[in-house]
């Protein structure tokens, strides 16, 4: 199963792509509009409609600018003209690019291998190229922090490994397996605060999470669960059996383990106005009866709806009126499915390995090489 979607993908999108490889959208989502590139580590050869235009070496940045459906190319010395699509490719053995993005301005971004920068809904489209395992440490970085202990970072580089190759033809249609973005995961460039996550990356390399079934599964996780996490279906009304919710002792010390929300009366009876529920006819009693639940109000509003639309940190409070307010005292910070990652930090901190931290988390899946 996991071959035929990444040999499938591999047809459909670049025959020539290594399996290993991974396209990877670089500021998705950002409008951009100008940037500059330039070389940090190895040479590169820049192509503009399959035609070499040169050769960069470090210390040499080049200025690529919108214009109309085209793309003007040009360093401090001279303009290249303009073209449809870019591909800067490296040639040594080990190549590190960096992109800044002038506008808008943002954050520039360090990465591996190659580039290409083409047009796409009147915005520039960076798609970086790269070897699956040259990815993982950056992600790994920018969602579970740069200060662990190295078993959580190999836990974590099996939870990005699996989510890339489960997700891997999300973003198909616009040519590209996964965005840099929290819409897949997060990936602000190559990791540079901890050499451990190289090092977790390598100890786990290939290593996914499969069903029963041998299929890649849904690696969800989050900061802090509040001491019990949500199951799949309660969260997303989805059966998954290997995301059950479970009591978790790990996450207790942490500052997010406990956070409290007042609400005006009056904005609560406005919300249960607008949803159709009358006023009044919320059974407080019940919600706070139980751990975790599926609604605030049953078929009318679900906890993950309440949440999102008073931006809650979780879905997992208790709630009481109280001079005219609605105080909610809630637990954790995230959706609270699969693993918290608060608490996997603390169990490798206490000595767990990173094999013993996923099956905490997720139940009745396999450790699997990735064909």
């Known amino acids: 199963m996991i071959s035929f979607v990444v040999s499938f993908f591999m047809f459909v999108i670049s025959g020539s792509l290594h399996a290993a490889d991974i396209r990877l959208g670089l500021f998705y989502g950002s409008n951009?509009?100008?940037?500059?590139?330039?070389?940090?580590?190895?040479?590169?050869?820049?192509?503009?409609?399959?035609?070499?235009?040169?050769?960069?070496?470090?210390?040499?940045?080049?200025?690529?600018?919108?214009?109309?459906?085209?793309?003007?190319?040009?360093?401090?010395?001279?303009?290249?003209g303009t073209y449809i699509k870019l591909e800067f490719k490296g040639i040594s053995s080990n190549n590190v690019f960096q992109v800044k993005p002038v506008f808008p301005a943002l954050p520039s971004k360090e990465s591996e291998d190659n580039l290409t920068i083409s047009t796409r809904e009147r915005s520039l489209q960076l798609i970086n190229i790269l070897d699956l395992e040259k990815y993982i440490p950056g992600t790994v970085e920018a969602e579970g922090g740069s200060n662990a202990e190295i078993e959580f970072y190999k836990a974590q580089a099996v939870i990005t490994r699996t989510f890339a190759v489960k997700n891997f033809t999300r973003h198909a249609t616009q040519g590209f397996n996964l965005c840099d973005a929290v819409h897949c995961q997060a990936f602000k460039g190559k990791s540079h605060m901890n050499r451990l996550i190289y090092e977790a990356v390598s100890q786990t390399v290939n290593k996914i999470m499969v069903d029963e079934a041998g299929n890649p599964i849904m690696t969800a996780y989050h900061a802090n669960c509040g001491g019990l996490t949500c199951s799949a279906y309660m969260a997303w009304n989805k059966d998954m059996p290997y995301l059950p919710s479970i009591r978790d002792p790990f996450c207790n010390g942490s500052s997010q383990r406990n956070w409290t929300k007042s609400i005006p009366l009056a904005d609560w009876n406005r919300y249960l106005a607008l949803k159709g529920v009358p006023i009044g006819s919320v059974n407080l009693r019940a919600i706070n009866g139980q751990?975790?639940?599926?609604?605030?109000?049953?078929?009318?509003?679900?906890?993950?709806?309440?949440?999102?639309?008073?931006?809650?940190?979780?879905?997992?409070?208790?709630?009481?009126?109280?001079?005219?307010?609605?105080?909610?005292?809630?637990?954790?910070?995230?959706?609270?499915?699969?693993?918290?990652?608060?608490?996997?930090?603390?169990?490798?901190?206490?000595?767990?390995?990173?094999?013993?931290?996923?099956?905490?988390?997720?139940?009745?899946?396999?450790?699997v090489n990735r064909q």
């Open 291 to 367: 751990n975790r639940q599926k609604f605030l109000v049953p078929e009318k509003i679900s906890m993950t709806m309440f949440r999102e639309d008073f931006k809650l940190k979780s879905s997992y409070f208790t709630i009481e009126e109280l001079n005219n307010t609605m105080i909610l005292q809630g637990h954790g910070y995230g959706h609270g499915v699969g693993l918290c990652q608060e608490g996997a930090i603390e169990m490798a901190r206490v000595g767990y390995g990173y094999i013993d931290i996923l099956m905490f988390y997720f139940h009745g899946v396999t450790l």
């Open 32 to 80: 951009l509009q100008s940037l500059v590139f330039s070389v940090v580590e190895g040479e590169y050869i820049l192509s503009g409609d399959g035609r070499q235009i040169a050769v960069i070496r470090r210390s040499t940045m080049f200025h690529i600018d919108m214009s109309g459906a085209g793309l003007i190319v040009s360093d401090t010395f001279q303009s290249y």
